[in-house]
């Protein structure tokens, strides 16, 4: 685990356990930004639901880990959530609300897959400073 006070990056098995974990690092690591309560929530809940789906999607029973990556980039926090398995969404129409929840919570969200694994950035602008 690496973690600096500007950046936190860390792994986890990709199972449901880890969800809490994860929530928990990043929190820690967010509570040294100026972000506010309802802001600072908002960011770990959209990261868990990127977790989530990493966890769910990506390895179909096969062990595998997610990688969780906050930083401050100019003015913006960004939260990364990868994974390096093969995603196979099924077309269950009760599923599929973590995207819309992730933008509802964040100013931006960008999702990129390849053969290589499947990477969430969450974006949000940070406060100015006083």
Same mark, same amino acid.
């Given at each position: ?29 967010? +509570?040294? =930004? ?6 600072? @929530?908002?960011?770990? =809940? ?9 966890? +769910? ?10 990688? =969780? ?10 939260? +990364? ?7 196979? =969404?099924?077309?269950?129409? +009760? ?11 964040? @100013? ?6 390849? $053969? ?12 100015? $400073? $006083?």
């Amino acid at each position: 685990m690496k973690k600096h006070e500007r950046e936190i990056d860390v792994a986890f098995p990709a199972r449901p356990e880890s969800s809490p974990e994860l929530r928990r690092e990043l929190r820690r690591f967010l +509570e040294n =930004l100026c972000l506010d309560r309802d802001r600072l @929530d908002d960011v770990v =809940l959209a990261a868990g639901e990127a977790a989530g789906n990493a966890i +769910e999607h990506a390895y179909r029973g096969d062990s595998g880990s997610v990688r =969780l990556r906050a930083f401050v980039e100019n003015v913006s926090l960004v939260v +990364e959530v990868c994974d390096s398995g093969r995603w196979r =969404l099924e077309g269950d129409p +009760e599923r599929g609300r973590g995207l819309g929840i992730m933008r509802a919570l964040v @100013d931006h969200v960008s999702i990129e897959s390849t $053969r290589a694994g499947t990477s969430v950035r969450l974006e949000v602008k940070l406060p100015e $400073r $006083r």
